[in-house]
């Protein structure tokens, strides 16, 4: 089993919709939860952090974490053409060790 | 962007030579680490280094060796290239800020033949 785990995608949203990106991971033992943002050809950008069940939010990003259910997801408001991008999720847990997903592929259709 | 170059951005070698790639970073954090990335596999952490001289293995460590003898330089050294090696290598840095947060520096595209 997976770490992370990630639809691949192709996710395509019309411009001004809102895209959602799901993850799960496997060890109940994960506390940090991030997702990354990664154009072609650059490196990943964080832009989310969670640890604590519920939602965060950050302008028009709001990341969603249930540890029960091993679950974490990133919604994207208004989406613009430039929020095309892979999108990567990433937990840690003790040990200071990151584990990734594959990454989801969204375009926003203009 | 952290603070992170990587050198070179850009390499074509043969199969069998050496190569090393430079990790520089310019805030002292103590974590760093060597993940490549290709398709359909995501991020693959090679090496990471919790302080000078101190270093582990991570999933992908075969064919790979690691040197860290000072706090700003985390160098990965593939001692006899191979074409499965070929892919794009990021160095990152971890800051604890609460909770523990992952940056990434631009990247090495090598490419063995």
């Known amino acids: 089993q997976k770490e992370v785990e990630q639809n691949s995608g192709p996710l395509s949203v019309p411009e001004g919709a809102i895209a959602s990106l799901n993850c799960t991971y496997s060890d109940r033992g994960s506390q940090s939860f991030f997702w990354y943002r990664q154009y072609s050809g650059k490196s990943p950008e964080l832009i989310m952090s969670i640890y604590s069940n519920g939602d965060k939010e950050d302008g028009r990003f709001t990341a969603q974490l249930n540890k029960a259910s091993q679950y974490v997801s990133l919604l994207i408001r208004d989406s613009q053409p430039s929020d095309s991008a892979t999108y990567l999720c990433a937990v840690w847990r003790t040990g200071n060790q990151f584990y990734f997903g594959t990454g989801t592929s969204l375009t926003v259709i203009p | 962007d952290a603070g992170i170059t990587q050198s070179p951005r850009h390499k074509v070698t043969e199969t069998g030579t050496p190569v090393t790639l430079r990790c520089h970073q310019t805030?002292?954090?103590?974590?760093m680490y060597w993940y490549r990335q290709d398709p359909g596999h995501g991020l693959r952490l090679i090496h990471y280094?919790?302080?000078?001289?101190?270093?582990d293995k991570g999933e992908v460590s075969d064919g790979y060796s690691v040197s860290r003898s000072k706090t700003e330089d985390f160098l990965l050294t593939l001692e006899s290239a191979t074409s499965s090696q070929t892919s794009v290598y990021f160095c990152?840095?971890?800051?604890?800020?609460?909770?523990?947060?992952?940056?990434f520096g631009p990247g090495t595209r090598l490419t063995v033949l």
């Open positions: 280094s919790y302080g000078v001289k101190d270093t």
């Open positions: 805030e002292n954090h103590r974590y």
């Open positions: 990152a840095i971890s800051v604890a800020s609460g909770i523990y947060e992952q940056f």
